[in-house]
Antibody
Framework: QVQLVQSGAEVKKPGASVKVSCKAS????????IHWVRQAPGQRLDWVGW????????NYAQRLQGRVTMTRDTSISTAYLELNRLRSDDTVVFYC??????????????WGQGTLVTVSS | DIQMTQSPSSLSAAVGDRVTITCRAS??????LSWYQQKPGKVPELLIY???SLQSGVPSRISGSGSETDFTLTISSLQPEDSAIYFC?????????FGPGTRVDIK
């Protein structure tokens, strides 16, 4: 079955960077886009961007352009999200999500367990 | 970016009631609209994609409709396990924005 397993919780200081990993299994990694979504406590879901694992092409939410980088390592079926210049309002749970694919219009079908990133001085 | 709004922001209904949530996009998104359910402390789950297609494993009492700018999620007969927050999301490029969510409580 499709599984996405994310790295563990992180605590960072303002201005630092964080890198979250997402290891995929149960399907061919390069066949489906991986999206990243974040959620602050009690808040709405916030789409961060996607990466095409086959080509490495990325598409980021405009408000995070310049601070976010998505990469992947196809040899170990793992996607990565790096966010730089962390601020206190970057205290969120990050989810990696596999695209449903096909004619779903990029619906977010398979979710990782989430990674809490806490930014605090 | 395309802005998404949802109404109501919350509702309370009895078991067996028909519940409808609406989602509106600030511009036409064709049928590029998904719905998700999130229970407290849990990961969101995909319910509906392409505006009206039911994700595998989702109960048939849940349905979606709409196109262009106006969409609805309907629960035909509310069950206790439907208590959750429901989010819509547009996936019309380039950015895939979510709505603010609708909290559904059971009376």
């Amino acid at each position: 079955q499709v599984q996405l397993v994310q790295s563990g919780a992180e605590v960072k200081k303002p201005g630092a960077s964080v890198k979250v990993s997402c290891k995929a299994s149960g399907y061919t990694f390069t066949d489906y886009y991986i999206h990243w979504v974040r959620q602050a406590p009690g808040q709405r879901l916030d789409w961060v961007g996607w990466i095409n694992p086959k080509s490495g092409d990325t598409n980021y939410a405009q408000r995070l352009q310049g601070r976010v980088t998505m990469t992947r390592d196809t040899s170990i079926s793992t996607a990565y999200l790096e966010l730089n210049r962390l601020r206190s309002d970057d205290t969120v749970v990050f989810y990696c999500v596999r695209d449903l694919g096909g004619n779903s219009g990029h619906a977010l079908a398979y979710w990782g367990q989430g990674t809490l990133v806490t930014v605090s001085s | 970016d395309i802005q998404m709004t949802q109404s109501p922001s919350s509702l309370s209904a009895a078991v067996g009631d028909r519940v409808t949530i609406t989602c509106r996009a600030s511009q036409s998104i064709s049928n590029n609209l998904s719905w998700y359910q999130q229970k407290p402390g849990k990961v969101p789950e995909l319910l509906i994609y392409a505006a009206s297609s039911l994700q595998s494993g989702v109960p048939s009492r849940i349905s979606g409709s709409g196109s262009e700018t106006d969409f609805t999620l309907t629960i035909s007969s509310l069950q206790p396990e439907d208590s959750a927050i429901y989010f819509c999301q547009q996936t019309y490029r380039p950015s895939f924005t979510f709505g603010p969510g609708t909290r559904v409580d059971i009376k």
